[in-house]
């Protein structure tokens, strides 16, 4: 007969403490059209750059429609007249030289050379923004010379190498996009990055220069280059990848995590208090290492004691943003194409969606008496880009790794997963950092990845992966003991046929590889018998189809680097 649940009964919730009282101010609700706490800008320069792109069209336009193109011929023609009387030899000479930057593998260079450094410290965001740049910049430019025409320029000597037409300036053009998301997507925010535009422009200006000297190009279609080529990135940089949101940092770590100190901080801040309530003194990073999609925070905020006195207690957040939803979505694609039908979950469209989701969760294993973290309600920084799920902070709790386990303890990490059992949920993520221990009490944390109804299978896998967990600090025996009396000799068999390798969060698997022992074999030794190991490569119309288009995203990826290659500059 099974003994009674410690610290999660059978049914009900869970009898423990509830969290410090907190100290709450009135919320304020946001007006209708006041900006969010971390709202979304171009800044003064931005625009002042897309308005000069608006002018420059619509000029062009103008001069179309009102038949004054040979107007701005004779006018381009006059400048470069007057630039050819100052020719000489010498002149010439260093006039080749310093056009060389806009030559086809000077461009290609810089373009290969930012993949690579991108593609080494994982900034994903300032990656597929680099290349969407590209693509508008060569593509666009390409087009608006085919639909223009323009020759290049009469009555004055062409000296240095041309081709194609000549209405933007194309190798200007170009070199100006890739100039400016050079700065924005490996310089740091701050004086290095003033000091490059100052060396952008100064490029710029040799490279202008060079190229009216030699007649290569019209005075007007090197400005519409230059304009074309620095308002594209500036304005796609400064939207997708804003440096409070993606800061240019060249330390280690993941790319989940972002940076919640200047301008997030403080809305942050504001956010809590506006939304739920509280006044937080003090936001900063938690646990950096044990996430991996997401950025949990430690947050202080003012609390009261038993005695009415303000002090200060924490609470947890953990900060979401649109970077985390599309993580989520290509994760769910992985496992589609590496477990085919085992894969039922469905990923999240919006970190709204994401974030909500989570906090239904934790107050579902909150209902039932599951010993997780009591939720505390959401905050909105950016709307559909950014939110704080904020719960209890767990304090003086340890990772399990660190902490002392006895027989109670194991016998509540077993209760969890029959109770989750009960509730018909899977945690789908036990592993060391997810499983703590606070005075000989056990938790379980992060349930972003639960699943309510899930498949037979992930419920088995939760089993194998939290004794597996209670293990590292134990043995096998002892913990397959205290399973036998929660669990059926069929259900333990079942639970480790359904777990091996890639269905183990990575950490448990580095903490089973770190450990001298083969816990895993050990709980295979001590099973009366075993079943047959489930497959986990199982094909389905879905997966096939997915990873079809896999395949075509990857060709197609290799066209568009071969054919930006090949671009004529």
Known sequence: MASPLHAVPEAGPARRAPPPAIQRVRRRRRPTGEPPPLPRHLNASGRWWLGLTAAVFGGWTAAVLTDSVPLVDFVDTRVLQAVATLRSPGLTEVAEAAGVLAAPPVVHALWLGNLAVLLVFRRWHHLFTWVGVALVVVNVGSLVTLLLQRPRPFEVELLGAWSGYAMPSLPV???????????????????????????????????????????????????????????????????????????????????????????????????????????????????????????????????????????????????????????????????????????????????????????????????????????????????????????????????????????????????????????????????????????????????????????????AVDLANMMLVLALRTDAARVYARARVRFSDEELAEAFAATRGLTMPTQLRRCLRADSRDLHADFLQLLPYRLPPVRIQRWGWRRVGWSLVALLGLLLLGMVAVGLLDSPL
């Open 173 to 459: 053009t170009v070199l100006a996009a890739f100039l400016v998301s050079t700065l924005y997507a490996l310089v740091p925010a701050g004086r290095y990055r003033t000091t490059g535009k100052w060396v952008v422009a100064g490029l710029l200006a040799v490279t202008v220069a060079s190229r009216l000297y030699l007649a290569q190009d019209h005075p007007t279609g090197l400005v519409a280059g230059v304009v074309l080529g620095v308002a594209t990135p500036l304005a796609a940089f400064r939207l997708m990848t804003p440096n409070d949101i993606h800061p240019v940092r060249y330390r280690r770590g993941r790319p989940a995590h972002l940076d919640v100190s200047g301008a997030r901080g403080e809305a942050i801040v504001r956010a809590l208090q506006d939304q739920l309530g509280l006044l937080a003194t003090d936001v900063r990073p938690f646990n950096l290492e044990g996430s991996g999609g997401s950025t949990p925070l430690r947050i202080t905020v003012k609390a009261e004691d038993g005695a009415g006195h303000d002090s200060e207690s924490l609470v947890f957040g953990k900060l979401y943003a649109a970077t985390h939803v599309r993580s989520d979505r290509w994760f769910k694609l992985a496992r589609t194409l590496l477990y085919g039908g085992l894969e039922d979950e469905k990923p999240f469209h919006t970190v709204r969606r994401l974030v909500q989701y989570e906090d239904y969760i934790l107050r579902l294993f909150t209902d039932a008496g599951l010993p997780v973290p009591h939720p505390l309600g959401i905050v909105e920084i950016t709307p559909e880009r950014e939110y704080v799920l904020v719960a209890e902070f767990l304090r003086g709790a340890q990772e399990i790794g660190d902490a002392e386990i006895d027989d109670s303890v194991i016998d509540q990490g077993l209760a969890v997963v029959r109770r989750m059992w009960d509730i018909g949920a899977a945690h789908r993520d036990v592993k060391p950092a997810n499983v703590m221990v606070r005075d000989g009490t056990l938790f379980l944390i992060d349930s972003a990845f639960a699943e309510v109804r899930p498949s037979p299978w992930r419920q």
